[in-house]
């Protein structure tokens, strides 16, 4: 591990822990019932912003390698980890996005080359149980549209994931119009699916302009920007490996500011959560399952220190809102 690995994964690391207030701050400041325009309000304005500071606007193939991964990491995955909020009992869509590990490293294996541990699969496994014995609560039978819908946006998040890792970015392009491409690709997909299915900005007051600036600003622009400035130079297993820290977030946010009490079990689930978040940060050893896999496309380009091969957006995404979501189950984000 070289010298700079601990401060970068430390700067990575404050995306999903911002990401973990998002909930909180949209229960207690934002209008109910809204989350596509929620959505919306998060990915365009922070998207266009940060294109007008990148001032680098797609080329060539690089115009639809941006709206497939702009619409992967935001526009699909957005709709998709709401629907699933709204429609599944307490923290289940947290628990099937904590399952986002597996997903990329199974990805990995075709698009990437790279051959899963078993270092790395058990990790995965002690990452979602932990996350499971903080947010899930016993509640009705579960909804399979809901089911489907957690499941399709863990899916969406991971294959961006690596996609994203694969294609790299082009040559001086940095992360920050790489993050600006993707934001504003994605907010452009929600805008109709957002007019059609919930209609006109709701009336808004001095305290939901504050959440939505905080939600855009800071919760977006600024923890986008550090997730995939961080990213590129980690591997794809490493940066999901730090989505727990939404939940995490968000739990300690619930227990501290509103109220919400943390039994032992949520408190033995948080500590194996945050122990697979730092053991999956660590390098992990050559020993590996099965046979090496056929590499899909051209080898990755080797990372050594300081190099950056361009940003990779992880599991992670915006806190499922609403009335009927559990305080307790934000996304594996964002």
Same mark, same amino acid.
């Given at each position: 591990?070289?010298?700079?690995?601990?401060?970068?994964?430390?700067?990575?690391?404050?995306?999903?822990?911002?990401?973990?207030?998002?909930?909180?701050?949209?229960?207690?400041?934002? =209008?109910?019932? !809204?989350? +596509?325009? $929620?959505?919306?309000?998060? *990915? &365009?304005?922070?998207? #266009?912003?940060? %294109?007008?500071? @990148?001032?680098?606007?797609?080329?060539?193939?690089?115009?639809?390698?941006?709206?497939?991964?702009?619409?992967?990491?935001?526009?699909?995955?957005?709709?998709?980890?709401?629907?699933?909020?709204?429609?599944?009992?307490?923290?289940?869509?947290?628990?099937?996005?904590?399952?986002?590990?597996?997903?990329?490293?199974?990805?990995?294996?075709?698009?990437?080359?790279?051959? =899963?541990?078993? !270092?790395? +699969?058990? $990790?995965?496994?002690?990452? *979602? &149980?932990?996350?499971? #014995?903080?947010? %899930?609560?016993? @509640?009705?039978?579960?909804?399979?549209?809901?089911?489907?819908?957690?499941?399709?946006?863990?899916?969406?998040?991971?294959?961006?994931?690596?996609?994203?890792?694969?294609?790299?970015?082009?040559?001086?392009?940095?992360?920050?119009?790489?993050?600006?491409?993707?934001?504003?690709?994605?907010?452009?997909?929600?805008?109709?699916?957002?007019?059609?299915?919930?209609?006109? =900005?709701?009336?808004?007051?001095?305290?939901?302009?504050?959440?939505?600036?905080?939600?855009?600003?800071?919760?977006?622009?600024?923890?986008?920007?550090?997730?995939?400035?961080?990213?590129?130079?980690?591997?794809?297993?490493?940066?999901?490996?730090?989505?727990?820290?939404?939940?995490?977030?968000?739990?300690?946010?619930?227990?501290?500011?509103?109220?919400?009490?943390?039994?032992?079990?949520?408190?033995?689930?948080?500590?194996?959560?945050?122990?697979?978040?730092?053991?999956?940060?660590?390098?992990?050893?050559?020993?590996?399952?099965?046979?090496?896999?056929?590499?899909?496309?051209?080898?990755?380009?080797?990372?050594?220190?300081?190099?950056?091969?361009?940003?990779?957006?992880?599991?992670?995404?915006?806190?499922?809102?609403?009335?009927?979501?559990?305080?307790?189950?934000?996304?594996?984000?964002?």
């Amino acid at each position: 591990m070289d010298a700079k690995r601990p401060a970068l994964t430390a700067l990575t690391a404050l995306a999903p822990i911002s990401w973990g207030s998002t909930y909180a701050v949209t229960t207690e400041f934002l =209008p109910p019932d !809204r989350p +596509l325009f $929620t959505a919306l309000l998060r *990915a &365009l304005p922070a998207g #266009l912003l940060l %294109l007008a500071l @990148a001032r680098v606007l797609p080329r060539g193939v690089w115009w639809g390698k941006a709206a497939v991964l702009g619409a992967l990491n935001i526009g699909a995955f957005f709709p998709l980890l709401f629907l699933s909020a709204y429609r599944l009992p307490g923290g289940m869509a947290a628990v099937v996005g904590s399952t986002g590990p597996l997903f990329v490293a199974g990805l990995s294996v075709a698009l990437l080359g790279d051959r =899963p541990t078993l !270092r790395t +699969l058990l $990790t995965g496994i002690t990452a *979602a &149980l932990g996350v499971s #014995l903080v947010v %899930l609560k016993a @509640a009705g039978a579960l909804d399979l549209v809901g089911v489907l819908a957690a499941l399709a946006s863990t899916a969406s998040m991971s294959t961006g994931t690596v996609l994203t890792k694969r294609w790299g970015r082009p040559d001086g392009v940095g992360p920050l119009a790489l993050t600006a491409w993707q934001l504003t690709a994605g907010g452009l997909l929600i805008a109709p699916v957002a007019l059609v299915a919930e209609g006109g =900005p709701p009336p808004l007051d001095g305290r939901a302009i504050g959440g939505y600036l905080y939600l855009a600003l800071a919760n977006t622009a600024v923890a986008y920007w550090l997730w995939f400035r961080g990213i590129g130079r980690l591997t794809a297993t490493q940066v999901t490996f730090l989505g727990p820290l939404s939940p995490l977030t968000a739990a300690v946010i619930g227990w501290a500011a509103l109220g919400q009490a943390l039994t032992p079990v949520q408190s033995a689930g948080m500590t194996l959560a945050f122990g697979a978040t730092v053991f999956g940060q660590l390098r992990a050893r050559t020993t590996t399952i099965g046979p090496a896999p056929t590499t899909v496309g051209p080898a990755p380009a080797t990372v050594g220190p300081g190099q950056d091969v361009g940003p990779t957006p992880v599991a992670g995404g915006p806190t499922p809102v609403g009335p009927t979501a559990s305080a307790l189950a934000p996304c594996s984000e964002g």
